[in-house]
């Protein structure tokens, strides 16, 4: 499993890898430019977790690439967009009552 930020220059737009679990490397633990990543792989599951700091991070697109083989050993690709949900503050003091 793979997690990529979509990252604009003045006129290109590309994927930068942020995230990455594999057979080889199924754990990760790293913290770098303003982001925390802790990632698993075991029998049957993957898991990338990603803590954001920057402001401009929490605005940016996010897709994550899973691999896999299917039930006759093809390998099978899957691709989701992720979208950032913003953390609403609890409400203070039973909404002002």
Sequence with gaps: ???FKKVSDVAITRDVLVASVTPQEPRL???ANGMKVV???????????VELVKRGDCQSEFTCHVRGLDSQGREAVSTASLVQQPRHRERQVDDGK
């Design 1 to 3: 499993m793979s997690l």
């Design 29 to 31: 633990i790293r913290v």
């Design 39 to 49: 990632g698993s792989l075991d029998a049957g599951r993957a898991t990338v977790r």
